[in-house]
């Protein structure tokens, strides 16, 4: 009766990672041991349902761990969400709200320049780089990074360090996978802005982009752990072709 689906044996754990600058007294929910010991408590317990109900725990991206805090002043209450480096240190984070307390859905670590989240997961060997702008929809498509948010009027869709790190990735092409244009006028603003910029973009097809908002939610009604990344290059626009593509959308 205390099978948690969610949990990850400690021996199948094959990395070590530094988690110091994770909020106070985070909670591994990952881990099994720690599960059981807060079974009890409501807060934790509604962490692992939303974890199980939105896929987290078996999709093909996901991070070595997710927390939650019972006692940080900021983070207290929340999902959250660790950036590794590629030395698996822990150097930034966002927490994501459970519940409906007034918050916004998302806080980041203050004081911490944004990483990219799963930085560290991208294959050495990865002919294309997928950024998505949530870490949630990242943990879904291999060889993905998030960027935890961009302004769509904004000319820098990088802080520096994200910039540092995409420069490592250097001869890879990077692909931007975005909220459905067809449901989301800020995604369709960022897709516009972007493809001016003679980038490439992932543009929803009509089927889909209608009825998902985001990769994530169609992940969790067709019960995938996976987004195909050659569905993704399938329709992937660059620069003016783009453009083009989405007057399509209307």
């Known amino acids: ?46 962490a692992a349902s939303v974890i199980v109900s939105r896929r987290l725990n078996k999709a093909v991206n996901k991070p070595s761990s997710m927390y939650v805090s019972l006692k940080d002043y900021t983070h207290k209450n929340r999902l959250i969400i660790p950036f590794y480096n590629r030395k698996n240190q822990c150097v930034f984070y966002q927490s994501r709200s459970l519940y409906n307390d007034g918050k916004p859905k998302y ?3 203050t004081g911490s320049d944004k990483s990219l989240f799963n930085f560290n ?30 302004q769509e009027r904004s000319k820098q869709s990088f802080t520096q360090t994200q910039q540092e790190q995409i420069d490592q990735l250097f ?27 003679n980038q490439c973009v992932f543009i929803w097809p009509r089927d889909t982009g209608k009825r998902f908002k985001d990769i994530n939610d169609m992940c969790m009604y067709f019960k995938l752990n996976e987004i195909s990344t050659q569905y993704i290059l399938d329709n992937t626009y660059c620069g003016l072709k783009g453009l083009v593509k989405l007057k399509e959308i209307k």
């Open 121 to 150: 997961n991208v294959g050495s060997g990865a002919d294309n780089v997928f950024i998505t702008e949530g870490p949630i929809d990242s943990f879904f498509i291999r060889d993905s990074v998030a960027v935890a948010g961009i």
């Open 107 to 109: 806080l980041s670590k």
């Open 171 to 197: 001869l890879k092409q990077t692909v931007w996978v975005l909220d459905s244009q067809w449901l989301d006028q800020a995604s369709l603003m960022k897709t516009t802005s972007l493809l001016k910029s």
């Open 1 to 46: 009766e205390r099978d948690y689906e969610y949990g990850v044996p400690k021996q199948q754990e094959t990395k070590t990672y530094i988690t110091e600058d994770l909020p106070n007294d985070s909670i591994n929910l990952f881990d099994t041991q720690q599960l059981n010991y807060y079974q009890d408590d409501s807060t934790v317990k509604r």
